[in-house]
């Protein structure tokens, strides 16, 4: 059962432009979600995080927006570069120490 | 370097044989994962540690897979009689308690490269 969801595998967005990759989740019980980012051949780093009180969450040209009614979230990345291209990984956790669930991934290709 | 370190980076073995991966965190983290990843999939947790103690196992490992992280430093990961659906990357992950990285109330984990495992 997988509880967290990235329906999209991937996503090709020119430069310059709006990449926007979505998330959805099951368990209502959720209230930390994050955003990693991966290379080939390096494990995730980290790009940032919301908590269920906030429905938005901005650093620099990334913004995750939070709708915990729809049990979905998205990040968007404004403007798109290149160097963005990577596989992105949607995740949660129910508290801010419980274990953290990772979705299946987008890959997202900036197109210069 | 001061980050997450994985050895062996890859390994090759035949179906039968066990393994055993190592992960060295960053010192002050407290908290260390285990993660597994498969091609087109996400990591797919697998146990983590606070310290040297194990607080999850995920029911879907099974008990040729075990886990160690005595003294609350190093960890290890052991799978036994392995089999060629246990060819994956393993990724280890670690994260601090208290401190920076914690002002968003988010768990941040500082992932290792990874070990990947071909099981032929």
């Known amino acids: 059962d997988q509880q967290v969801k990235q329906n999209s595998p991937s996503l090709s967005v020119q430069e310059g432009r709006i990449s926007i990759l979505n998330c959805d989740y099951t368990?209502?019980?959720?209230?930390?979600f994050l955003w990693y980012k991966k290379y080939p051949a390096e494990g995730p780093t980290f790009l940032i995080s919301i908590s269920s009180i906030k429905d938005k969450n901005e650093d620099g040209r990334f913004t995750v927006f939070l709708n915990k009614s729809a049990k979905h979230l998205s990040l968007h990345i404004v403007p798109s570069q290149p160097g963005d291209s990577a596989v992105y990984f949607c995740?949660?956790?129910?508290?801010?120490?419980?274990?953290?669930?990772f979705g299946p991934g987008t890959s997202l290709s900036v197109i210069p | 370097d001061t980050g997450v370190s994985q050895d062996p980076r890859h390994k090759i073995t035949k179906r039968g044989q066990n393994v055993t991966f190592r992960c060295d965190p960053i010192s002050e983290h407290n908290r260390l994962y285990w993660y597994r990843q498969t091609l087109g999939q996400g990591p797919e947790f697998l146990t983590y540690?606070?310290?040297?103690?194990?607080?999850?196992k995920s029911r879907l490992l099974s008990d040729r897979f075990s886990a160690e992280r005595p003294k609350g430093s190093f960890s290890t990961l052991e799978i036994q009689r392995t089999e060629q659906g246990d060819s994956a990357m393993y990724l280890c992950a670690t994260e601090a308690l208290e401190g920076q990285g914690r002002g968003s109330g988010a768990n941040v984990l500082t992932f290792g490269a990874g070990s990947r495992l071909t099981v032929l």
């Open positions: 368990n209502s019980m959720f209230d930390y």
């Open positions: 995740a949660a956790s129910k508290t801010s120490y419980d274990k953290v669930i």
């Open positions: 540690f606070q310290n040297e103690a194990q607080l999850e």
